[in-house]
């Protein structure tokens, strides 16, 4: 074989190779990467998760029922006027601005990735057990559902939270890039949100902000 023959098969070889290392490849490691523990990162949405999935989990949670209207409510007013969001605890969908329309309600935004969320939503679990306590209404965001009901089980929280998987009621609130996110929603449909604390530590601080805001003007 001649030289020039030689040097012809190398390049070609040398070729083949280049376009084998640059082909997208179709093994395990090439899987786009999920990680819940991560703030910012490409997060599951939980869509298409089973009731045969849930259902093991929602029992074992043991969430209280998600609101309905109230018998004589105002019409829906505000940012949540015809926002909807699966409840968490139960099959079902919530009419969020109906539901919570003539009522005050504490609406606490939060993730089972979340562990400032950890500490502050067995806070919220022990305010919501005072007897001068307006209603908590958890809203899980950016997460299974399926991830969100086993944090529930473990932390042993069991106020109702709904599922967020599509952002609707993040896009409607105008929610912050940061959890947990705690708002008050008056009983005229209008929300504020509590930045002062920014996580609660104590009951105490919980029914404080709470009366401060209710006696603010909208």
Not at 21 to 42: F, M, V, Y
Not at 94 to 106: E, N, P, Q
Not at 148 to 177: C, I, M, N
Request: aromatic share 4%; charged share 20%.
């Amino acid at each position: 074989m001649s030289s020039a023959a030689r040097w012809t098969i190398a390049v070609v070889v040398l070729a083949v190779a280049g376009i084998v290392a640059l082909w997208p490849g179709t093994g395990e490691t090439d899987a786009p990467r999920t990680d819940q523990g991560t703030p910012g990162s490409s997060r599951p949405d939980g869509a298409g998760e089973s009731d045969a999935v849930l259902a093991p989990l929602r029992e074992r949670a043991a969430l209280q029922p998600c609101p309905s209207p109230a018998s004589g409510a105002p019409v829906p007013a505000g940012p949540l006027a015809g926002v909807h969001a699966p409840c968490l605890g139960t099959p079902g969908t919530v009419d969020i601005g109906t539901a919570l329309a003539g009522k005050t309600t504490l609406l606490n935004l939060w993730a089972s990735w979340c562990g400032p969320c950890r500490e502050e939503m067995p806070v919220l679990a022990r305010y919501a057990e005072r007897a001068d306590s307006v209603p908590v209404l958890g809203v899980n965001v950016q997460d299974r559902a399926s991830a969100a009901l086993k944090f529930l089980g473990e932390v042993g929280v069991s106020y109702p939270s709904l599922y967020d998987g599509d952002g609707r009621v993040e896009r409607a609130l105008s929610t912050p890039p940061v959890l947990p996110v705690n708002y008050l929603v008056r009983p005229d449909g209008s929300v504020v949100r509590i930045t002062d604390p920014p996580v609660f530590h104590s009951p105490d601080e919980v029914h404080a902000a709470v009366e401060r805001h209710r006696r603010a003007n909208p």
